[in-house]
């Protein structure tokens, strides 16, 4: 049979009989009205209010300030975890990704001495859990 031919019936061609009549899709019922996407549900589960103990009294928040709260929480404790999630959700939500790729504005002496503490922190937490007693901070090689 010819390929103009009604009667060809193959990979996107099939059978005449079983194709839609014109004017009817192949979702008759559709999408049930009130029916939620998983954006939707998920947003609406996050504004639902829980209590919470904050020092000796207790007050209603949202979860998704509990959350917040929580990572901060995590945060300033040392959890090198939550310190990664929380600078990650910083940027996606405050948009900081696309102002500090086109910043060229070097650090300030506070934002490097910052930088500095930060990573001797870090060294020492790693090297505690990998036995070791102090950690030597190495100076940065390369030209000066």
Do not use: H, W
């Amino acid at each position: 049979m010819r390929m103009g031919d009604e009667q060809t019936v193959g990979y996107g061609n099939p059978p005449k009989e079983s194709r839609f009549k014109k004017g009817q899709s192949g979702n008759r019922r559709g999408r049930p009205k009130g029916s939620k996407n998983l954006k939707t549900d998920l947003t609406e589960e996050l504004q639902t209010e829980i209590k919470v103990r904050e020092g000796p009294r207790s007050i209603k928040i949202s979860k998704q300030r509990a959350i917040v709260k929580t990572l901060i929480a995590k945060t300033l404790t040392g959890d090198a975890r939550a310190v990664t999630t929380l600078t990650n959700l910083m940027c996606r939500v405050l948009d900081l990704g696309s102002e500090a790729a086109n910043s060229e504005a070097p650090l300030s002496p506070d934002e490097t001495e910052t930088l500095r503490m930060f990573r001797e922190r870090l060294l020492r937490s790693a090297n505690a859990v990998a036995g070791e007693k102090s950690p030597t901070p190495r100076q940065p090689s390369g030209p000066q």
